[in-house]
């Protein structure tokens, strides 16, 4: 089946975040919306068929996870990654960021630092500091318009602070987001092995978010931190969903992957009353998304890619003081607005209220992505291009 990702689907009154939000967060009706991460496209047909035959049923009591679910996603990450994975490691959540939320309760104290790789999705920050714990930030190095990790520097923030009395903070987590949003990076094996030898040294948990890894949009290759060593396997938690894939994100069904039996019934406990069972629709529509979906994706994939082309091809020609960092990964591009010399308000001032077009201002991912802001291609092409001229005549007017 041929899909149509040209089409123009209204989604004003729908209570949809990005587009019925528009005058509430970016103070105006007229601010075209390319922010939040969902996709302004038609779900695959089979997920709409099978939502429909659940629907059909008309019960919709308490749910559990069924055996034909879970072997969706054992086969879904074996036919991907060539990784096996055991049923039972699987924990459905409503969503990564629950998950992420309930982990850092799960494997460490108040006080303890937990480390994230600034510019980095901004809800990590909050988990970490929600939960009591400090933030240390391993900050990513920009070199040649590339983002790069900084594994000296990941060196240092795991290693004790002998000066402290009369205890060092201890740091036994790391979040890792791969591929990572807002920059676009699809970890490569090499950086992943070495980042994680790091962390193991120090017997550290890494919670891997990989909401993403389906998203590729070059020749790059998605490794899951865990199918490095049976080791990494042992120390991971591995945050997988259909949500930003297959545009389901409104559905809250993800599935959290933890090979050690240990970490899996701490995790379970620290979510237990707080992060609720999964949907039953949500569930129903990742089986449907991971088995019958990938005629879809291909087409979406096809979609994305030319849409980035645009968007490169755009800014090169036509607002070459804007850079782009090219994604690898996930539909965002994060757009460096450094030479307009604007500090953040000015710059976020200048987008929503000359540009019109609401973006995701980079400093709310961390103090290093000041000067940039993310923006999300999952739309129609000629939704992006309209996007573009708006901010191609904001520039050239100042
Ligand atoms: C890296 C990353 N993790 C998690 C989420 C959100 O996950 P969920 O809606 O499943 O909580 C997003 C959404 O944009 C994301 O980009």
Known sequence: MKYNFDKVINRKGTSSWKWDTTELIFGSDDVLPMWV????????????????????????????????????????VQQKYNWKIKPEWIVFTPGVIPAIYSAIKAFTHPGDDVI?????????????????????NNQLKLINNHYEMDFEDLKKKFAPHPEMIPSPPRTRLMILCNPHNPVGR???????????EIALKHDAIVISDEIHCELLLTNSTHTPFATISKEFEQHSITCMAPSKTFNLAGLEASSIIIPNEDLRNKFNIAKEGITPDTNVLGLVAL??????????????????????????????????????????????????????????????AFLRRKAKVGLDDGYLFGSSGSGFERINIACPRSILEEGLKRIEKAVNSL
Request: overall charge positive; hydrophobic content about 40%.
């Open 287 to 348: 089986e449907a998304a991971y088995r019958y979906g990938n005629e879809w994706l291909s087409q979406l994939l096809d979609y994305l890619r030319k849409n980035l082309e645009f968007l490169m091809k755009y800014f090169e020609e036509k607002i070459p003081q804007v850079k782009v960092i090219k994604p690898e990964g996930t539909y965002l591009a994060w757009l460096d607005f450094r030479k307009l010399g604007m500090d953040n308000e000015k710059l976020s």
């Open 37 to 76: 991460a969902d996709m302004d496209f038609l779900v695959a047909k089979p997920i709409i068929d099978a939502l429909k035959k659940r629907i059909d049923h008309g019960v919709f009591g308490y749910t559990m996870p069924w055996n034909s679910l879970t072997s969706a996603v054992v086969d879904r």
């Open 116 to 136: 994230l790789q600034g510019p980095v999705y901004y809800p990590f920050w909050n988990a970490i500091r929600d939960n009591g714990c400090n933030i240390s």
């Open 186 to 196: 699809v970890w490569s094996k090499k950086e992943l092995k070495k980042a994680g």
